[in-house]
Each structure stands twice: as C-alpha cells, then as structure tokens.
C-alpha cells in the first residue's frame, strides 16, 4: 500500500513538472522559420483550454459514479463556477480559480 502511494506521488510530480517545463523549453527555442513560431504559438493557445479539458475529464469521472448527491451538487458548483466565469471574462486562469472557489465553497458549505 505504502508504494502504490509514493508511486502515485511521483507520477504526479512528474506530470506536474512536464506541465510547467515544456511551455518554458519550446517559449526558450529561438526558431527563424515561421511554420515553426506558428505550431509554438498554437500550442500556446491550445494549451489552457487542454488543462481544463483534463480536469474536467478527471473531475467527472469519479463523482458520477456514486449515488451520494451532495457530491454531485458540489461538482456542478464547480462547474458554473467556470462556466460564468469563463462568459464573463474568457480567460482561461480565472475560469479555473473560480472553478476551485466555487467548489470549495459548496464543500464547506453545503
């Protein structure tokens, strides 16, 4: 039990570093042509909106699958949390920031 929780530790502190790295390697690449300064500036657009895909994605997964209804009001919480957030301001950092707030208000709230 106790490495099947350092493992899990250490496959999210390398999945948390390659997050952070490797917009800061590919912004650090001086590249002359332009097909290569277009897929990085893609990439950068494309990036904010894939984490919170991700998130979504792993936030849902596992609520859904009990019954226990409060669960699944604090989840919606979080959700309308970006969303009106994400149509009020579209970006991308405060949409998350509210997500976590609204989320964290329903669970100790509610």
């Not at 039990?1 to 493992?7: A, E, G, L, P, V």
Request: glycine content about 8%; hydrophobic content about 55%; proline content about 3%.
């Amino acid at each position: 039990m106790k490495t099947d929780f350092i493992i899990a530790v250490l496959l999210i502190a390398v999945g948390t570093y390659l997050i952070r790295a490797v917009p800061f390697v590919f912004s650090s690449k001086k590249e002359t042509g332009k097909q290569n300064r277009h897929q990085i500036n893609l990439f950068f657009k494309l990036m904010g909106p894939s984490m919170i895909a991700a998130l979504l994605v792993v936030s849902v997964a596992s609520p859904l699958k009990t019954q226990d209804t409060a669960q699944l009001i604090n989840v919606a919480m979080g959700f309308s949390g970006v969303g009106v957030s994400h149509w009020l301001w579209n970006n991308s950092g405060i949409s998350v920031l509210a997500g976590v707030v609204c989320f964290t208000a329903a669970l100790l709230f509610l």
